[in-house]
């Protein structure tokens, strides 16, 4: 077995129990064990999650400043701005608790901060626009945490603040009427993973309870399970973890996706060429970096526009534009991916180095961040690429691997930072030009002292099968355990010494193999090979088994994650 494959213990004895508890397959059960599952109960749980299961919008901290808050902007009349993120969670939250506002009857405006002149968060030039539109209160939407000195001076123009953010807090939080953040000392909500967009629509969840506690309502009450599809959009984007609350938001928001009500999400599935049931896939690999588009390359105004119209064909309209705009989103990256690896390739001090940090005034800093997780999967090494404005300063977009915490490296940094901000695996930093090569050798050298043995790209395999174990029964139980995402990893198998029948080469990239052994035959597609290899007659696979649908004919295939032979 190839030493980059990691096969899961098994544990026979608890994965009988469970099999025999729930009446599932043992290959199943095994599955949920290497999930985290301990017994027959959480297994239930894993399989059939529901909206009953979340947890209290209440047991978050300031949950009670902030409905209180909002509940005097509600009787006083008072004029809301929500201040969103640019990104998609920043526009989902945006576009759910404008859509929530206004069906309640306050007034509200959105605002969205352009990526490339003003930058990531709260800007004091924002605050003075608002000022201006007689602003009473901003809530701020996946962002905000760090905002210290521009809430003080909203404050002082007489403008109140409500945060809602989910990044990690500094030690110093906003002094706002309500801090919303589940990562901040002393809040008790379990759940620390929620999304942005789960964030607002905990806040959503707790002020219709308050309303509807103090007979606000007649026959008017908001169904907050219509902005499930927002929830899920936005936390799958984010690449929150799918556990836990964010697993229940995911599972409800793709059910109310497969036949949308919201105009924009409808406009957005039929450019984006999704006709079959709609995956964690295509919301992350399709919807997504179209909404995406917007606030890397215009503005992000135009994907909250697509998300809160209901007229289908002004929806249709911007829809075609954020996907031309993808198109050019692609270019650009796959230019400056080509570049990046160019650069790489030609120094050896780039592949000695334990992470790789590259910068250029040619990029645009709106799809760095893209590439950068291009060449982090691709060379297994955390990664940081800049993009240079022209006049001494460098916008960075930084991925990491495992084992390799950014936000706390950086942290250590911050003498040679102008800012910085994210988590773990993701984070973005601003950086004088002039200290782009002290900052490329001082972070290679924090992350080679954490003596990481192999911070290479590991193949996690969850069981050992054989081609008899393969059948649509499992496969529609496997299906079960889905969404899949951080955290909630597709099921992968490993067979040993599969008889190749044939392969062959699609598009100079992808190699569709035939596998027989035992009397079975299967097929499979290996996607996007660096260089296309002859296999020999017998070979061990590592892969996840997918239905395949094509003109009424159902067969099991392999998506083949690696193959390996002696």
Not at 259 to 285: C, Y
Request: proline residues 4%.
């Amino acid at each position: 077995m190839k030493s980059n494959w990691v096969l899961a213990a098994p544990n026979k004895k608890l994965s009988d129990n469970i099999s025999a508890g729930l009446s599932i397959n043992p290959i199943t059960a095994q599955v949920l064990i290497n999930r985290g599952i301990k017994s027959e109960i959480e297994a239930e749980a894993f399989l059939n999650p529901k909206l009953f299961d979340l947890p209290s919008p209440n047991l978050m901290k300031d949950m009670d400043k902030a409905v209180e808050r909002l509940d005097t902007a509600l009787n006083g009349n008072h004029k809301i701005a929500i201040y969103g993120d640019y990104d998609v969670d920043g526009v989902t939250s945006t576009s759910l608790f404008y859509k929530f506002l206004t069906s309640l009857g306050m007034e509200v405006v959105t605002y969205n901060p352009d990526r490339i002149h003003e930058g990531y968060g709260i800007n004091t030039g924002a605050v003075d626009k608002l000022h201006q539109n007689k602003t009473d209160l901003i809530i701020s939407c996946d962002c905000g945490i760090t905002a210290y000195d521009e809430v003080e001076y909203a404050k002082s123009l007489g403008i109140d603040f409500i945060i809602t953010d989910h990044h990690l807090p500094p030690e110093k939080v906003p002094d706002a009427v309500a801090v919303l953040n589940p990562n901040q000392k002393g809040c008790n909500y379990p759940d620390k993973d929620i999304a942005g967009v789960g964030v607002i629509f905990n806040f959503a969840i707790a002020f219709r309870r308050h309303l509807r506690d103090n007979g606000h309502f007649k026959d008017n009450e908001p169904n907050l399970g219509d902005f499930l599809d927002l929830v899920a959009l936005g936390t799958v984007a984010d690449c929150a973890a799918v556990t836990n609350t964010n697993r229940i938001f995911i599972r409800e928001g793709i059910k109310r996706m497969q036949k949308p009500k919201r105009a924009g999400i409808r406009a957005l599935k039929e450019v984006s060429g999704i006709h079959s049931p709609l995956s964690s896939f295509d919301i992350g690999f399709k919807l997504g970096p179209r909404i995406n588009a917007a606030g890397r390359l215009d503005d992000p105004g135009v994907a909250v526009r697509l998300l809160i119209t209901e007229d289908i064909q002004k929806a249709k309209e911007i829809a075609e534009d954020l996907n031309n705009e993808n198109i050019k989103r692609q270019n650009i990256e796959k230019n400056i991916l080509k570049e990046a690896i160019a650069i790489v390739e030609s120094s050896s001090e780039y592949k000695n180095m334990s992470a790789i940090v590259l910068g250029s005034a040619n990029w645009h800093q709106g799809v760095i961040g893209i590439v950068a997780s291009r060449i982090c999967e691709m060379y297994g090494k955390p990664v940081f690429l800049i993009a240079n404005d022209g006049d001494g300063t460098g916008k960075g977009s930084g991925r990491s691997v495992d084992g390799v915490d950014l936000h706390k490296i950086l942290s250590s940094m911050e003498d040679i930072l102008e800012t910085f901000g994210g988590h773990q695996m993701a984070a973005g930093i601003t950086i004088k030009e002039e200290k782009i090569e002290l900052f490329r050798e001082k972070f290679s050298d924090k992350v080679s002292r954490l003596n990481l043995k192999d911070t290479g790209k590991k193949i996690e395999i969850d069981i050992k099968v054989d081609f008899d174990d393969i059948n649509f029964d499992l496969v529609d139980e496997i299906e079960r355990l889905s969404p899949y995402g951080i955290g909630n990893n597709e099921p992968v198998f490993l067979i040993q010494s599969a008889n190749i029948k044939s392969q062959k080469v699609f598009k100079n990239k992808h190699l569709g193999i035939t596998f027989t052994k035992d009397g079975k035959t299967y097929s499979g597609i290996w996607f996007n090979l660096k260089e296309i290899v002859k296999l020999p007659e017998y070979v061990d696979i590592v892969f996840s088994p997918q239905v395949n649908e094509w003109q009424g004919k159902k067969e099991i295939r392999f998506n083949i994650k690696d193959v390996y032979w002696q």
